[in-house]
């Protein structure tokens, strides 16, 4: 009985550090063994939360993402304490002995010895008296000093990413004058017909996108920070970047503006978004038993939303594609490849529709 319940206190601790070593030193999206499930989990259970509680979906689901830190944090230093607790539990009374003399065997005494072992608080009441006892204290506190360091780091690098993508989401805020839309990105940047400076602010946007996508694999905590303020939401920095560089292809002249729609910058800006939607598809939202069902109706608001945002480029002087209904057939051709994705990423996240593309009327 002793044997199996110190192999199972190995066990939990191997777990913790596992999961410790790939979220915080192999960070990359899909090869925790905890936090990855607990982060879906939690962010089920605010859902869940905030459809019952009569509150604002956006005060409750904002406090997700601090909330599953300080659970997924709680939980790596459980399981290090239970399962040291399970090891040395039945070795309590005989290599574990009080120095108040009598010592209480019983497993809250052994989380204790475990707990003040982790966190190299000393060795308190209860000493080791066996030299196997001694380094397995000396290896609890060496863990214990290790995991409080990662752990900082783990946070400092959390909430440095996160600033970089709340920069990045407000830069895009302003660039649209706060309407969210890509076509009002391109007029600004492009007024008065010139587009030859553009090609740089496309490639500052796709560098900026694909910081985001690095940032997105090494922590995947980072979708359930979700802010009350729409223009932080991951859905919207996605559809300015999607529908910018869509646009980008389908909408100039491509005669004219050649450099730019076939440079690097405009297929990093659309590779980079689209890998960004595909994996956070594919990890994070939940399995589709159906095809995410186009119709004409959802085609006509596209094709709305293209002759609309020709008319804005060219009352900026920018030359358009010649051949309009050619033009709006890419890109309803484009956005087929992104839409699909981009609607469920933002259902997922509690956001409306109106939220993401308040520009887009059907």
């Not at 000393?122 to 204290?137: A, H, N, V």
């Not at 969210?180 to 600004?188: G, H, K, S, V």
Request: hydrophobic share 45%; charged share 15%; glycine share 6%.
């Amino acid at each position: 009985m002793g044997l199996l319940v110190q192999i199972v206190g190995v066990g939990l601790v191997i777990l913790s550090l596992i999961d410790i070593y790939l979220t915080v030193l192999f960070p990359r999206l899909g090869s925790s063994l905890l936090s990855l499930p607990l982060g879906k989990g939690m962010w089920r259970l605010f859902r869940l939360l905030a459809r019952t509680v009569p509150c604002k979906d956006e005060k409750l689901l904002s406090h997700s993402g601090p909330t599953l830190i300080i659970v997924t944090v709680t939980l790596w230093v459980s399981l290090l304490i239970c399962g040291f607790a399970l090891i040395v539990w039945f070795d309590l009374g005989s290599a574990i002995q009080s120095n108040n003399g009598w010592t209480d065997t019983d497993f809250v005494s052994a989380l204790y010895y475990s707990g003040f072992s982790l966190k190299t608080l000393g060795t308190g009441d209860l000493l080791p008296k066996t030299d196997f006892q001694r380094l397995l204290m000396i290896l609890e506190a060496a863990l214990g000093f290790s995991i409080f360091t990662l752990t900082i780091t783990y946070l400092l690098s959390i909430y440095s990413a996160l600033i970089r993508r709340n920069t990045f989401a407000l830069s895009l805020h302003h660039r649209s004058a706060g309407t969210a839309d890509a076509a009002e990105i391109l007029a600004r940047l492009g007024a008065s017909g010139e587009l030859s400076g553009v090609q740089q602010d496309i490639s500052d946007m796709a560098r900026d996108l694909i910081n985001l996508l690095e940032s997105q694999h090494s922590y995947p905590a980072l979708l359930f920070f979700r802010f009350r303020q729409a223009y932080y939401a991951l859905p919207r920095i996605l559809i300015l970047a999607m529908d910018t560089a869509t646009l980008i292809k389908s909408a100039l002249n491509t005669e004219k503006y050649r450099s730019l729609v076939h440079s690097t910058a405009v297929a990093e800006l659309w590779g980079g978004s689209l890998q960004l939607l595909t994996e956070l598809s594919s990890f994070f939202l939940p399995k589709s038993r159906s095809n995410f069902h186009i119709n004409e109706s959802l085609e006509q608001v596209w094709r709305k939303r293209y002759y609309d945002a020709v008319e804005k480029l060219r009352g900026e002087g920018i030359e358009t594609a010649i051949d309009l209904e050619t033009g709006a057939c890419l890109y309803i051709s484009l956005r087929r490849k992104w839409n699909p994705y981009l609607t469920r990423l933002a259902n997922y996240m509690g956001y409306n529709w109106s939220e993401i593309a308040p520009f887009e009327k059907s």
